[in-house]
Structure formats: C-alpha cells, structure tokens
C-alpha cells in the first residue's frame, strides 16, 4: 500500500512543487490548504504533470474540529509535511497577530492531533532567516539562532522551538527541520510556479516582472554592502530541488533511518550570488535586459548569508542539481506564461 502523506499549504509555490515530486516517488498525498495565498488550479497543474490528482481540501489548519473530520475520513496518514504559513516579511511588521496565529496555532493543532490518528513523521518548513547575519560563512546548521527581524522570522524559531520541545516530550512521532535558503524556479512544465500576490517583495518576481515590462526598473537594495560588489549575497536554491529533499526526508522518517528525534539541515546550493550578479546571469542565460537602479539599503536586510549544505548532501543523500542558469531560465519562462495566460 502507498504511504499516505498530508501536505499543509500544497497549493503554494513550494507545496504544489513537493506534491509532484511525492506522487512521482509513489506516495498518496493529501492537500489541505485555505487557498489564502494560492489558487484552486494549482491542483490541476499537478494533476497534468503527474498524471494523477491529489486529494484536495480546502481548509484551515487552525480550525481544529475541520482538522479532525479531515483526520477521521483519512485514516493511515502516516507523515505531514506541512508548509501552511502566512510568509510575507513586511506585512508581518504591520499584523504581527496575525502571523502568530496563523503560523503557530496551526502547527500546534497538527502536533496535537499526530498521536491520535498514528502520524509517525512531521517536515517542517523553515527558514534560513533563523541565523539573522551568520558570524561565519558558509553558515552550518550549529550556527547559533540571532534575534529575529520581524514577527514572520520569530514565527519560525517558535515554531522550531516548539517542535523540539514537543518531540522530546516522548511523543510517538519525529521531526525533521528543513532550513531553506531563498527559493527560485518554476517547474520545466511551466504547470506550477510561483504566484506572488500583487507588488513582490522577494527579488526574482519583481525582476521577472521587470523584465516582461510590467515594472518599469528593478531597485537594487544597496551597492555599499560589504561584498565584491556591494550588493547583498544569498544562497537562491531551485524550487525542484528543494521539492526533491522533501521527499527525501519523509522517506526517512518513515523508514526509521533518522539519527536523532529532531533533525535539522540547511537546504541551499552552498554558493552565494550577489544582487548584481543575480541580474547579470539572468540577462545572459534569457538574452533580457533588466532595467535596474541602486537605491538605498532595504531596512533589516541580511548583508550576506549562504549555506554550507554538506549535512544535508552526506545525511540525507540529497545535493541541489540545477545550475543557476537554468532556475532562472524557469522563471522567466514561468513569467511568460503567466502573461500567455493573461494572468499577468
Ligand atoms: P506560499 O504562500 O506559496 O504557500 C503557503 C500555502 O499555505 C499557501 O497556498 C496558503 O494558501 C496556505 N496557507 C497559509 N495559511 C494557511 C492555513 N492556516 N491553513 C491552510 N493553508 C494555509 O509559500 P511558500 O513560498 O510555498 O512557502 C511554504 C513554506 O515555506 C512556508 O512555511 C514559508 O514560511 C516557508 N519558507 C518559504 C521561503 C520562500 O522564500 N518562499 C523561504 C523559507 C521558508
Ligand atoms: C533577496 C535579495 C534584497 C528585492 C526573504 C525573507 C526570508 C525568506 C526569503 C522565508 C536581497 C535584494 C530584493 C528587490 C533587491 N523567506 N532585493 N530588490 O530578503 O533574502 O529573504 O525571503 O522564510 O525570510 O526575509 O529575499 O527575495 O526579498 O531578497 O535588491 O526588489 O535581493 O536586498 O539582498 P530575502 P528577497
């Protein structure tokens, strides 16, 4: 019998990406996700990729009796992966309740309900932005935990917290802990990809956007940064790639072959890219011009933060595969065809 995994948040960018890569490996999967920032079609892109639809729920991980109902008509989910959360940095500053409700009483009501329906394994979505500015690069998963910038980043050191918390309780269930780095990419089906809500304030949309002429300029962020070329370094990672580790790590846990209750590991290439080197190597591998200006420093950004991946690479046997050049390349060709469709 396949195993039977609930995806919170499987409509989203990176849920709908790890959906596909969990029915191509052979598992059931269950979607539950209140479309808040996603969109109901996302599950037939899945469905045309993999050949099979997954079941879909529409619903919030905080309402514990819909959570329940959900539990009591699929019995034998034997792994989550959830991915629920409200992600937006800035907005979070302005509706820190809201992102504390959201992204923490939803982990609480799955942790609650995992005993009960015989769940053995929990992935957890997490965040580079844990290490804040990491005293040494490339940063290791020992690195310690800075004070973090916004209600969004403190969501995520409880959320870990409480993970950590709650499994060495003697629960019958194990966690592993995924830290992404920045996550970039469409599918090369062009079926999913990334759908930012109006204005995007992560950089690959706005500069997919500003090469299809829908903005007029990129603002680089700063040039006074101190790095070969002034502009801020991040570690961008494949979205299928990153869907890949996902598969990786639940096989893992099902199977018993963790090493610890609560594992924790870097999910990143290990190379860290400028801004400008960003838009350089998009111009190149597109054959686009990104009009771009230098403004000033956005406030509470990282100077420069990659990963050291080995953990992940030697533990769970897993190493991200797609160049640079080619992440890219998805997602201009997923901005296209967002315009293709009229969608933007
Ligand atoms: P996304 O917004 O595309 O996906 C999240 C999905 O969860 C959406 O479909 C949304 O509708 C759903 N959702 C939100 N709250 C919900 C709730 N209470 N109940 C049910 N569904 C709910 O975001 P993403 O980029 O795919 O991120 C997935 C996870 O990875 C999030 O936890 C995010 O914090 C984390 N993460 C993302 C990044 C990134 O840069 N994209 C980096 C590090 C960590
Ligand atoms: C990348 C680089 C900007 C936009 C955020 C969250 C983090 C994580 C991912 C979830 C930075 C520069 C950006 C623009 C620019 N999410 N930039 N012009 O800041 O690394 O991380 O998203 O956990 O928590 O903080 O990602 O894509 O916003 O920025 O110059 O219009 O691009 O300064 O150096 P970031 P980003």
Not at 51 to 74: Q, Y
Not at 99 to 111: E, Q
Not at 164 to 182: A, E, H, Q
Not at 262 to 277: K, P, Q
């Amino acid at each position: 019998m396949e195993n039977k995994i609930l995806v919170t948040g499987g409509a989203g960018y990176i849920g709908s990406h790890t959906v596909v890569e969990l029915q191509n490996a052979g598992y059931e999967v269950i979607i539950i996700d209140n479309l808040s920032n996603s969109n109901v079609e996302v599950i037939d892109g899945i469905e045309k990729i993999t050949g099979k639809r997954p079941l879909f729920f529409e619903l919030d991980c905080n309402d514990m009796e819909g959570l329940k109902s959900m539990f009591e008509s699929n019995t034998g989910i034997k792994g989550i992966i959830h991915f629920a959360a409200s992600k937006a940095v800035g907005e979070s500053i302005q509706k820190p309740l809201l992102y504390y409700r959201n992204n923490i009483v939803s982990l609480l009501n799955l942790l609650d309900l995992m005993p009960q329906y015989g769940a053995e394994g929990i992935v957890f979505s997490s965040s580079c932005t844990v290490y804040g500015q990491p005293d040494i690069l490339p940063v290791d998963e020992n690195a310690p935990i800075k004070p973090a910038l916004s209600p969004y980043g403190n969501t995520k050191q409880i959320d870990e917290e409480i993970i950590r918390d709650t499994v060495y309780s003697g629960v019958p269930y194990k966690s592993i802990i995924l830290r992404y780095f920045n996550p970039i990419g469409a599918h090369p089906s062009l079926e999913i990809g990334e759908l930012p809500n109006g204005v995007p304030q992560n950089l690959i949309p706005f500069l997919t956007q500003t090469a299809m002429g829908i903005r007029t300029e990129l603002s680089v962020y700063g040039n006074d940064y101190d790095t070969p070329d002034g502009s801020c370094i991040r570690d961008y990672i494949n979205v299928v790639d990153l869907a890949k580790a996902h598969v990786v790590s639940i096989d893992r846990l099902l199977k018993g072959k963790t090493k610890k209750e609560v594992e924790i590991f870097n999910l990143g290439t290990g190379r860290g890219l400028s801004v400008l080197e960003l838009i350089n190597i998009f111009e190149k591998a597109t054959g686009v011009k990104v009009p771009y200006k230098i403004v000033d420093r956005r406030e509470g950004d990282i100077e420069k933060v990659w990963a050291l991946p080995d953990y992940a690479n030697n533990e769970l046997g897993w190493t991200a595969q797609k160049s640079i050049e080619d992440s890219l390349a998805s997602s201009w060709n997923w901005q296209m065809k967002l315009r293709e469709k009229g969608i933007m």
